[in-house]
């Protein structure tokens, strides 16, 4: 088949030479034949999510594969990192160096940079290890919280960027998750945006086996803005991403999908959640996607198509390097700072009784001074501020460490090291 040259979408935006339909199925053959060189691996996903991921990707994710690290790029979560696949895919389509095809080729074997679930630092376009469902949520949640601190600390011209998570529907049964979705439907991180792999399959078969729960009710009652839509509708992605993005309210997108989308006898079953398709449904696949070419081969024209859709980035990253470079020098040289984490270092008054300051800061008896700890020391509730006290310097061998009475912390000075010189320094609630 060639692929069709036109394209556009009934809403008109979908602007490149090849049709959506065809630049999901590149994502699509990558999974199923890297799963199936590998003897293992999870193709269904990647397969049910490729429309998902590929509107998302073409259409909205603000990135630059040459700058990964862009501190204003959008984070794209894979919190079902069992599908880590689509990931691959992904980074290897849009042009990210690290990502070859060879790497592609070499899922899941010893070294390579694509092992069976996301690492990150393994390849650049990781933005966090996941495969412990539930956690990759989580932690997107943390990365919504931290755009919203930056931006409201240094403004949207610095700071300005959407987190996207793919999760599924194991991550929505782990615990941690809930903790999560509670948080940020209580602050209103409405940059956050999920896609929910909405397949009805899990690991041993129809999700009904083993959950009742009602998710959309359940984000709904955490105060997120919800949808439900056909997770096989360009359209429909496509209106369903412009609206959570507009949101008030964090964004749940449950995405109706089919696991395996494409596979004659696998689709919609969980014998394709985790094991290769086998040799009759991948060449099945290929001819029910119209996708005849050999196994990691992707046409010249689509995957121009997707590195168009790499560098596009350019641009926005150009601009962003333009407004940090007229930053004056203070500003500027406090957004490198807590970028890399440096902790805030200057001298403290004593003000009598040990109590010296409120939140924000811990003294080290060892130098005098204070540690910027970048959030409230005593991780206690909003009435209880935290305060600081300095108490005689003590050993922190491991053999003593110092006492932490309920609802504190110690820390000693990383600037001083030395097991003995570290004092210790508790952080207590003001109200104990
Ligand atoms: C915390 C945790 N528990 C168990 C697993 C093992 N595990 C991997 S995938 C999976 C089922 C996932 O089902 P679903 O999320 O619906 O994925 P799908 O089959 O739709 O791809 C399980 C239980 C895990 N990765 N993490
Ligand atoms: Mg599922």
Known sequence: MTPPRTTAAASGVQQFEVSHEVMANAIRALAMDAVEQAKSGHPGMPMGMADVATVLVTRFLKFDPSEARWPDRDRLVLSAGHGSMLLYALLYLTGYEDMTIEEIERFRQLSSRTPGHPEHGHARGIETTSGPLGQGLANAVGMALAERLAAAHFGPELVDHDTYVIASDGDLMEGVSHEAISLAGHLGLSKLIVLYDDNRVSIDGPTEL??????????????????????HDPARIHEAIVRARTAAAPSLIACRTTIAYGAPTKAGTAAAHGAPLG??????????????????????????????????????????????????????????????HVPVIGHIEDRGEGVVAQQRVLRDDACGKLLDLGGHPAGSSGNQHGVVRIGPARRTDRARRPQVPHGGRSASCPMCPTADRAASVSVFDASA
């Open 210 to 231: 083993t959950v009742s729960d009602d998710q959309p009710a359940r984000f709904r009652a955490a105060g997120w803005d919800v949808q439900a839509i056909d997770g």
């Open 279 to 340: 040799p009759d449904d991948v060449a099945g696949a290929r001819e029910r996607l119209g996708w005849p070419y050999a196994p990691f081969v992707v046409p010249d024209e689509v995957l121009a198509a997707w590195r168009a859709v790499g560098a596009r980035g350019a641009d926005a990253y150009r601009g962003w390097r333009a407004r940090l470079g007229k930053l004056d020098e203070a500003t500027r040289a406090e957004f490198e700072r807590q970028l890399r």
